[in-house]
């Protein structure tokens, strides 16, 4: 347990962007819409 190892990363490889379109049912498409705004809504904060 004494033994602190080092992570050590090599280069990252290239990526590139793709677009992917399929076909899925309009509930699957307005869920998905939904969830994509989630993210820009503000968040109630409980109290403690």
Known sequence: MGTTRRLRLGPLPKTESIKLTF???ATLKT?????????????AKRPM
């Open 23 to 25: 076909a899925c049912p």
């Open 31 to 43: 869920n998905l819409d939904r969830y994509a705004v989630m993210p820009a809504r503000p968040t």
